[in-house]
C-alpha cells in the first residue's frame, strides 16, 4: 500500500501537470476541458489500481470515482453475460457472435453453461451417429471417437442450441445442400480411423459431389481437364512415395483433384490442390476448405454447427478466419514476450534518478543520486538523495 | 528545453502513457497533445521530485552490470539493501537507470 508522503506527491504531480496542459486542451483548439477531466479521471483511477496512491482524494473537480475497479470499458456493452466475465467462455463466443438475435436469450441465464453442457451431450451424440449410420454403419467404434472432441468445445454450442436442433435437421435432409462444414464430419472422422475399410472412404467422397456427379473410383479417367488428371497423377505418384498408402488412397486422392474443378467453390482462395497434397500429410484434403479441414479436426462441433445454418454461414466464415489465425499467432508472441521482456521489465525491481557522481575506486563503486523513483517489492519510494556503494 | 524521459517508465509514467494511449486509440486526443501532456509530465515530476520529496536512502549491494552510454549509467544489482529513515527494503535484483543530473541544468 502506498505510503502517504509518497501519495500527495504523486497527486501534486498530478494536479500539477493537468493544470499546466488545461491551456493546451482549451485554447489552441485542442479538445475540451470534459476530456482533460476524463484523463485525469482516468489516471487517478490506474493509479489507485496500481496501489501508489490513496483511494481517498481530494479532488477540485468535483468527480468521484466510488469503486476502483469500476469497468472503463464501454464498448462491449451488447450482451448482459458479459458482466460475469469469470465465464471465461461464455462471453467470448457472445462477443463474437454479437449480431445474431437468436443468441440473446440463449445466454442470458449464467448458468447457461450448465444448460448449455446439457444440451452439449444429446446435441453431440445425436449429431455424429447421424453421418456414421448413413455411411453405411461403423457403430461403435465411431460412435465413441467424436464423443472427446464434443466435449472439449463444450462452450461452443451452448449458443448453438436453437441451431443445433436446426444442424441436424438440415443436414438429414439436404445433405448435398449443406456446406462443406458437416460434411466435414465424417472426413474427420476418418481420419482418425485407420483401420477402416477402403469402402467407408469412397462413400465419402461420393457424397462430396453435388449435383450428382459420379465420380470415378478407378483407374484414369477421361476428366475434363488434362490439369487435373496431371495432378491427381503427381498426387497419387506423391503418396505413393510418400507412404505405403493404399491404391484406394490414391485413387481417391485423383479423383478428388480431377473433381476439384468441378465442384463451385463458396470460400476462400482457391488453392492449388497439387500443393496442398505436398504440404500438408493428411490426403483429404478438400479444395477451397484447407484450413477449415484442421480446424474442425481440433472442434469439430462449433465449425459444422456454424456451417450447416444457412444464415450466419458468411459470417462464420469470417469469424473462423478471424479467430483462429490471430489467436494461433497471438500464442506464441505472448509466450515469447514473457520469457524476454517479463523479467527484465515487469517483474523486475528499478530504480530511476538522476546521477550527481560515480566512481570507482578498484572493485568498490560509489555513486551519488537524486530525485529518484524507486519501485520495491510493489512499493513506491521516492527520495530526494542516495548513496550508493556496490562491490563488482 | 529537453527534458528526461526517464520518469515515464515509473508508475505514474505508465498509468499516463496508458491513459493517453486509450485517449488517442479512441480518438478522444490528437497524438500531438498526447506528446505535449507527457512532456508536461517529464517536467512537473522532475520538480515535484527536487521540491516535495526530502527523504533520503542508502543502497548497499553486489554490482552484477555496469553501463554507462549516451551519459546514462545503467546498474544491476543483486542481494540489494535500499535504507531509508524508516524501513528497510532488500531484494534479489534491481535495476538501477540514472541520467545526468547535470544535463538538465544546463
Avoid at chain 1, 498530478?14 to 479521471?41: A, H, M
Avoid at chain 1, 467424436?146 to 441451431?163: A, E, G, H, K, V
Avoid at chain 1, 575506486?361 to 556496490?390: H, P, Q, V
Wanted: hydrophobic share 30%.
Amino acid at each position: 500500500m502506498a505510503s502517504s508522503a509518497t501519495s500527495a506527491v504523486y497527486i501534486h504531480v498530478i494536479e500539477d501537470v493537468i493544470s499546466k496542459v488545461r491551456d493546451e486542451f482549451i485554447n489552441n483548439g485542442g479538445p475540451d476541458e470534459t476530456v482533460l477531466s476524463e484523463l485525469q479521471r482516468i489516471w487517478e483511477m490506474k493509479m489507485i489500481q496500481a496501489g501508489v496512491i490513496c483511494g481517498s482524494i481530494d479532488r477540485s473537480s468535483g468527480k468521484k470515482q466510488p469503486t476502483p475497479g469500476g469497468p472503463i470499458t464501454p464498448v462491449h456493452d451488447l450482451n448482459v453475460p458479459y458482466e460475469g466475465t469469470e465465464e471465461y467462455e461464455t462471453p467470448t463466443a457472445d462477443m463474437l457472435f454479437p449480431p445474431t438475435p437468436l443468441q440473446t436469450p440463449v445466454p442470458t441465464p449464467l448458468p447457461g453453461s450448465t444448460d448449455g453442457s446439457m444440451y452439449n451431450i444429446p446435441t453431440g451424440s445425436s449429431d455424429y451417429p447421424t453421418p456414421v449410420n448413413d455411411n453405411g454403419g461403423n457403430t461403435d467404434v465411431k460412435g465413441g471417437r467424436p464423443s472427446p472432441y464434443m466435449q472439449s468445445p463444450s462452450p461452443w454450442p451452448n449458443q448453438r442450441t436453437p441451431l443445433s436442433v436446426d444442424v441436424n435437421v438440415a443436414y438429414v435432409e439436404g445433405r448435398d445442400e449443406v456446406d462443406r462444414g458437416t460434411s466435414h464430419q465424417p472426413l474427420t472422422q476418418d481420419f482418425f480411423m485407420t483401420s477402416s475399410g477402403k469402402r467407408k472412404r469412397e462413400d465419402f467422397a461420393t457424397q462430396y459431389q453435388n449435383g450428382g456427379y459420379i465420380p470415378q473410383q478407378d483407374g484414369a479417367g477421361d476428366a475434363s481437364s488434362e490439369v487435373a488428371k496431371a495432378e491427381g497423377s503427381n498426387g497419387s505418384h506423391f503418396l505413393g512415395r510418400h507412404d505405403s498408402a493404399t491404391a484406394a488412397k490414391s485413387k481417391i486422392l485423383a479423383h478428388l483433384a480431377r473433381s476439384s474443378s468441378k465442384i463451385p467453390q463458396l470460400d476462400g482462395p482457391i488453392p492449388d490442390p497439387y500443393d496442398d497434397m505436398l504440404s500438408t500429410p493428411n490426403i483429404y484434403n478438400y479444395q477451397g476448405v484447407v484450413n477449415e479441414d484442421y480446424n474442425v479436426v481440433n472442434t469439430p462441433a462449433p465449425n459444422d454447427l456454424q456451417a450447416a445454418t444457412p444464415a450466419p454461414v458468411a459470417q462464420n466464415d469470417t469469424v473462423d478466419d478471424d479467430d483462429d489465425e490471430p489467436l494461433n499467432e497471438d500464442d506464441d508472441d505472448d509466450d515469447l514476450d514473457d520469457v524476454d521482456q517479463g523479467e527484465e521489465l515487469n517483474t523486475q525491481h528499478l530504480v530511476l534518478a538522476q546521477f550527481d557522481k560515480v566512481t570507482r575506486t578498484k572493485s568498490k563503486w560509489k555513486c551519488t543520486l537524486k530525485d529518484g523513483i524507486m519501485r520495491i517489492n510493489n512499493k513506491d519510494i521516492l527520495f530526494n538523495k542516495a548513496t550508493g556503494e556496490f562491490e563488482f | 528545453m529537453a527534458t528526461f524521459e526517464l520518469y515515464r517508465k515509473s508508475t505514474i509514467g505508465m498509468c499516463l502513457t496508458e491513459t493517453l494511449d486509450e485517449m488517442v486509440s479512441n480518438g478522444t486526443l490528437s497524438p500531438e497533445l498526447a506528446i505535449q501532456v507527457l512532456v508536461q509530465f517529464d517536467k512537473s515530476m522532475t520538480e515535484g521530485l527536487e521540491s516535495q520529496v526530502k527523504s533520503k536512502v542508502s543502497i548497499q549491494g553486489h554490482l552484477h552490470t555496469y553501463r554507462f552510454c549516451d551519459n546514462v549509467w545503467t546498474f544491476i544489482l543483486h542481494n540489494a539493501s535500499f535504507k531509508n529513515e524508516d524501513s528497510q527494503e532488500t531484494v534479489g535484483r534491481v535495476k538501477i537507470v540514472a541520467c545526468d543530473s547535470k544535463l538538465l541544468s544546463q
